[in-house]
């Protein structure tokens, strides 16, 4: 299974909600990637989980809260965002972290904030 | 911090002909990678290049990794209507992968 999930593949919400992105991996990957790419840019790094810890919190706004319950998993809570954080969110995960992963990404979630 | 650039930005083709997209570096790279996005899709891994000099095959594709590990080149021949896509070139700094601006590939068939 080379397979990254990512639900919900699409999700509305408005500035006051909080809600969920959910990954999933079963390759036995131990590094795990949360991105944001908006339209024509390419993807940008928020956080890296490594054996799940954080290990990289790209100087993220605290409105976008990462969770990794386990290997497998890793979670994208959201709340009080803005109109501007409206993206593609790229779930990706990778070997072990190091400098020549690979790294897999799931097909996304696209945010839309009202 | 590194920053890695590509041109051009966009490209159109007709099909059958050759494209090449190019990868610029701020910084020495330990290795890049390549990969592609369809319209609507993920990025998907294609390739890395690790060495000097370095040059790889994958059927119609080839790649090239620049002496100074500083550039890298993408280059298509006779492309085709499922080239379509934008390829992005990516470098690790530590431990984290900082893609180029990528190259958005049009072709008409």
């Known amino acids: 299974d080379t397979e990254v999930t990512q639900t919900p593949k699409h999700l509305v919400m408005g500035m006051t909600n909080k809600k969920s992105l959910k990954c999933e991996q079963h390759?036995?990957?131990?590094?795990m990637y949360w991105y944001k790419q908006k339209a024509k840019k390419p993807p940008e790094l928020m956080f890296v989980y490594s054996y799940e810890k954080l290990s990289i919190n790209e100087s993220v706004p605290s409105r976008f809260s990462p969770e990794c319950p386990n290997s497998s998993l890793l979670n994208l809570h959201l709340h009080a965002l803005q109109p501007e954080d409206s993206a593609l969110y790229l779930c990706?995960?990778?070997?072990?972290?190091?400098?020549?992963?690979?790294?897999?990404f799931g097909p996304g979630t696209r945010l839309t904030v009202l | 911090g590194q920053q890695v650039m590509q041109i051009p930005q966009y490209q159109h083709v007709q099909e059958g002909e050759d494209f090449t997209t190019y990868c610029n570096s701020s910084t020495t790279l330990s290795n890049i990678q390549w990969y592609k996005q369809r319209p609507g899709g993920h990025p998907v891994f294609l390739i890395q290049?690790?060495?000097?000099?370095e040059v790889k095959k994958q059927k119609r594709l080839t790649f090239q990794f620049g002496e100074a590990k500083k550039n890298s080149s993408l280059h298509i021949t006779a492309t085709q209507t499922t080239d379509v896509g934008t390829y992005f070139c990516a470098g690790y700094a530590g431990n984290m992968l900082t893609f180029g601006g990528g190259t958005r590939l049009m072709v008409k068939p």
């Open positions: 390759m036995g990957h131990r590094a």
């Open positions: 290049l690790v060495k000097s000099g």
């Open positions: 990706a995960s990778s070997q072990r972290g190091g400098y020549t992963d690979t790294q897999y």
